[in-house]
């Protein structure tokens, strides 16, 4: 149950709809990204110019989705769409209900890479890690990493952006 919820009752005592707040968070959350990015690679050229042992390589792949999945790739609403099922979804059920929606309104059910990449969710879906409560970048517990999570987990959540988690786990291992 949502703030908004608890204070005014539901979501139809509220002036705007579900889809409105929605919409605007949206709105916040890809202007935040994009803030993200450019401050990240800020600080990834500030770091290059002290440590010259340091290296990073920033690479925008354009092509991929239009290379698998055609002239599709190349209209806004799918790709609006696609992207908000991929970064936004918060549960397992809900990243499922939003990939079956994107397949099923743009008939890509006999799409192959798309059958592959869902087959594989759990290794590259934000929702698959939330379960843990840390952003792990992909990361998967095993005996060896266990320490390593415990240490992450001290400075990091899984509401953290990109550079809030580079920034904090920085950091973490300047006082180590």
């Not at 990204?33 to 690679?41: G, K």
Request: hydrophobic share 35%; aromatic share 14%.
């Amino acid at each position: 149950m949502s703030v908004l919820e608890i204070t005014q009752g539901d979501y139809s005592d509220i002036e705007c709809s579900e889809r409105n707040l929605r919409n605007d968070w949206q709105k916040d959350r890809d202007e935040q990204r994009d803030y993200n990015v450019h401050f990240l690679l800020e600080q990834f050229e500030g770091e290059k110019a002290e440590n010259p042992f340091f290296y990073y390589e920033f690479k925008v792949d354009d092509n991929k989705l239009n290379d698998k999945l055609g002239a599709i790739a190349h209209r806004k609403e799918f790709n609006y769409s696609f992207l908000r099922c991929v970064w936004d979804s918060k549960t397992h059920a809900e990243f499922k209900n939003e990939w079956a929606d994107v397949i099923s309104k743009n008939n890509l059910k006999d799409n192959e890479w798309l059958n592959v990449i869902f087959k594989i969710r759990q290794s590259w879906i934000l929702a698959y890690d939330m379960d843990q409560n840390i952003f792990t970048a992909g990361i998967r517990t095993t005996q060896r990493a266990e320490s390593m999570n415990a240490f992450i987990g001290k400075f990091v959540n899984n509401k953290n952006t990109l550079l809030q988690f580079v920034l904090r786990i920085d950091r973490a291992i300047m006082k180590q």
